[in-house]
């Protein structure tokens, strides 16, 4: 299994903990990071140095857990993994892995016996009261074997009415092991980039009342669901999303999703509807016709914005205002990875919870600490000439470079570029460039090993030079062994330029890359290939 370096990281600091340390671990991955991938790796390196150990995942959708079980069988097809999920209709007992769904478990432990390792999937869903499932089930499996140890997964470690996982009263997790920012896997190539834009339609909920720190459901939905305001919406989203394949709107209720799916469906674009109401069947049939292209649009209220997977989204519309940190970020991670053909996710934020909460890509544990009291708290603002949200002390609008007082010329407001409007993360996005063509061939300097010259010519008209160091020994070799490979090579690497330049047939050509200087001694290049896969390669310059 070939992690990807920060996958790598995170289960190394994992073991560290565990070494150095008594309780529960948090691994913190963004949306499309590869969760199942790591939780996959996890189990197998396990059960590898303890042959003995059970090891249980556990999650809340059957969505979740058959696609952790399918990351698992697909990378090692004769694992001892067995299911315990109602939704999915099997009911293992006595298998070595188990994953489970946490209503078909929290009161079956008699049943599926005791585990070593229990690993929870979307862990900002665990409450901090001991009676709820799965305090009942975690305390069960302790009695039965107390050195027990767990391990939370999530892109959101915090929760609305208790704040960090890892902090106060009734935590369950000791501390964050690993986190990994959206931004620099953004900037690496292996999340997609965010654009945002500050619609014109904006839902008021000044006079909403609020429980348990966030909206009351039903007065909120009475606020935001009314004929125009949801026309209003649907037409810009319309006019913003003729060039985008795959959409997904949040809404605020169920007469709201419903509403909004009939607005788009009155624009001739192919349009459903996922509630909590929905049918396991109909689901899978809505879900499937989104993922192969048929449906353009999917509504949801409170089902897609957790382990929902359908890389090609590429706008996302938030109709439902929350106070919730973690709600913003998870709806938002759906446009998140990346897809063949995506470029880019256009986030059209209705809501305002850019303003609120911040740029995606800063929002963090400990900035997220104080969700709690921060209601009416203001943390962007509109460029008032194209309406990109920028931070609160912009002076300017890094887009289109106007200052606030000359935003308008004649009276007529200025227009931004889509490419030039990112304020849903806080620091300009590297672009991808379509490769046209490239060209291998030797590089030879007086007194040194020779290197595989790699000349990578871009659709825009510019170039960019790689060069790999196959004769090399130590880490220059291991780079190009690395590089190599990821392109195509086969495990079989050449061992000089000659052999190299014989068999770049085998070798695939990126179909887009994307370079980012790390200051002035290195840089890295991230390649993305036909197929959607992407490779970031860090490299010395000089």
């Not at 795959?246 to 419903?258: I, K, N, T, Y």
């Not at 689901?283 to 890389?311: A, H, K, Q, Y």
């Not at 940190?325 to 059209?348: E, F, S, W």
Request: with cysteine.
């Amino acid at each position: 299994m070939e992690l990807r370096p920060y996958q790598r990281a995170s289960l190394d600091a994992l073991y560290a903990f565990w070494r150095q340390e008594a309780g529960d671990g948090l691994i913190v991955l963004p949306t499309g990071a590869g969760k199942a991938f790591v939780i996959a790796a996890l189990v197998r390196e396990v059960i590898a140095r303890r042959p003995a150990s059970r090891v249980a995942i556990v999650t809340h959708t059957r969505e979740l857990i058959a696609q952790n079980h399918r990351e698992l069988t697909v990378t090692w097809p004769e694992a001892p993994a067995g299911i315990y999920s109602a939704g999915i209709g099997r009911r293992d007992t006595d298998t070595q892995i188990l994953f489970c769904g946490i209503q078909s478990v929290w009161n079956r432990v008699a049943a599926i016996g005791a585990f070593d390792l229990v690993v929870v999937d979307e862990a900002h869903l665990i409450p901090r009261a001991a009676e709820t499932r799965y305090g009942r089930f975690l305390a069960e499996l302790r009695t039965a074997r107390p050195d027990l140890r767990v391990v939370g997964l999530t892109a959101t470690p915090y929760r609305l009415d208790s704040g960090r996982l890892d902090e106060g009263e009734g935590r369950l997790f000791e501390r964050i092991v690993y986190e990994v920012n959206v931004g620099d896997l953004i900037h690496q190539g292996y999340l997609a980039p965010l654009i945002c834009k500050a619609t014109a339609t904006a839902l008021d909920v000044s006079g909403v009342a609020k429980r348990g720190g966030d909206y009351i459901p039903s007065a909120l939905e009475a606020a935001v669901n009314q004929d125009w305001i949801t026309r209003a919406a649907v037409e810009e989203m319309v006019e913003f999303g003729r060039g985008r394949r795959s959409w997904l709107a949040f809404c605020a209720g169920l007469a709201h999703a419903e509403a909004v799916r009939d607005a788009v469906r009155t624009h001739g674009i192919p349009c459903e509807m996922v509630t909590g109401e929905t049918g396991k069947r109909e689901r899978d049939r809505i879900v499937r016709e989104f993922r192969e292209g048929r449906l353009r649009c999917l509504t949801s209220i409170g089902v897609l914005s957790t382990g929902f997977n359908v890389p090609r989204v590429d706008l996302i519309a938030l109709l439902r205002p929350t106070q919730s940190t973690g709600l913003y970020v998870q709806q938002v991670g759906r446009a998140l990875r990346n897809a063949p053909g995506k470029t880019d996710a256009l986030i059209l934020d209705y809501a305002g919870l850019v303003r609120m909460h911040g740029p995606v890509d800063i929002v963090t544990a400990r900035s997220a600490a104080a969700i709690k009291g921060r209601e009416g708290e203001v943390r962007a603002k509109p460029c008032p000439g194209c309406g990109a949200l920028i931070p609160l002390n912009a002076s300017t609008c890094e887009g289109c470079w106007v200052e606030p007082e000359d935003a308008e010329e004649d009276g007529v407001p200025h227009e931004a570029a889509a490419e030039d409007e990112h304020p849903i993360l806080s620091r300009a996005t590297p672009i991808w460039r379509g490769v046209a063509g490239w060209r291998l061939s030797r590089h030879a300097v007086l007194g040194e090993r020779d290197s595989l010259e790699v000349l990578l010519h871009t659709e825009d008209g510019g170039c960019h030079r790689v060069r790999i160091d196959l004769e090399q020994t130590g880490y220059p070799r291991e780079k190009a062994v690395q590089w190599w490979r990821q392109l195509g090579g086969g495990r079989d690497v050449p061992m000089s330029v000659a052999e190299a330049l014989a068999r770049t047939d085998d070798l695939t050509r990126p179909a887009a890359i994307l370079v980012r200087a790390n200051g002035r001694l290195s840089e890295s290049v991230s390649y993305r290939f036909p197929d959607g896969r992407t490779f970031v390669d860090t490299r010395r310059l000089g």
